[in-house]
């Protein structure tokens, strides 16, 4: 392939091949955007009460009314009276004759 030297080219188009053509370019058109854009705040806006305050105190108000209605619930209001503890009374027993030798045949099987 044979390169086509730059004087067949239009001007137009040459100067966009140039790296510093299209740099300067894109300076400008930044810089163009910059000055039409919007102006940029030099000092922050004065806090707006019901923009940024008054949400936060109703937030903890709401909390504290919930943390009250949680405390009030879970308070008990009368407890059961505990019941003494009662001792089993003591029963003779009696086991059939050779349940002794039937519980060792099972423990070996």
Not at 42 to 70: C, D, H, K, N, Y
Request: charge should be positive; avoid cysteine; glycine fraction near 6%.
């Amino acid at each position: 392939m044979s390169r086509k030297p730059e004087g067949d080219a239009p001007e137009s188009l040459r100067a966009w091949t140039r790296p510093d053509a299209y740099l300067g370019a894109m300076a400008r058109k930044r810089s163009f955007r910059r000055a039409h854009g919007e102006k940029r705040r030099t000092q922050p806006e004065s806090p707006r009460m019901m923009l940024s305050t008054l949400p936060f105190a109703a937030l903890i108000v709401l909390l504290g009314v919930l943390a009250v209605a949680i405390m009030i619930i879970a308070f008990p209001r009368s407890q059961p009276v505990p019941k003494g503890q009662q001792i089993a009374a003591k029963e003779q027993g009696r086991a059939e004759r050779g349940w002794f030798q039937e519980a060792q045949k099972e423990m070996h099987h």
